[in-house]
Nanobody
Framework: QVQLVESGGGLAQPGGSLRLSCAAS????????MTWARQAPGKNLEWVSK????????YYADSVKGRFTISRDNAKNTLYLQMNSLKPADTALYYC?????????GSQGTKVTVSS
């Protein structure tokens, strides 16, 4: 049974940083692309970033490129998203997803609020 548990969200000031984590279980983590997506209040789910199974390939939405860094630790079955230079527009519920496509999340997500 696939389980994804996000953590690390919270309140940050504009220009600040947060690091999100996603603990994965129930599948062979290193065999899969992993994706971060987010949903802002009143908006559709938006793809943020994805990473290949062994972490060699990383991809970012234009809105976060240069500010966010995706990474993974396959030994710990954990996905990360380092978020720097945060903006109020980054406020959203962040989800990690198994695979390379942005599908409906089955996890709780972690809430990120960027406000002064």
């Amino acid at each position: 049974q696939v389980q994804l548990v996000e953590s690390g969200g919270g309140l940050a000031q504009p220009g600040g940083s947060l690091r999100l984590s996603c603990a994965a279980s129930g599948f062979t983590f290193s065999n899969y692309f992993m994706t971060w997506a987010r949903q802002a209040p009143g908006k559709n789910l938006e793809w943020v970033s994805k990473i290949s199974g062994h972490g060699v390939g990383t991809y970012y939405a234009d809105s976060v490129k240069g500010r966010f860094t995706i990474s993974r630790d396959n030994a710990k079955n954990t996905l990360y998203l380092q978020m720097n230079s945060l903006k109020p527009a980054d406020t959203a519920l962040y989800y990690c997803l198994k695979g390379a496509t942005t599908t409906t999340p089955g996890s709780q997500g972690t809430k990120v609020t960027v406000s002064s």
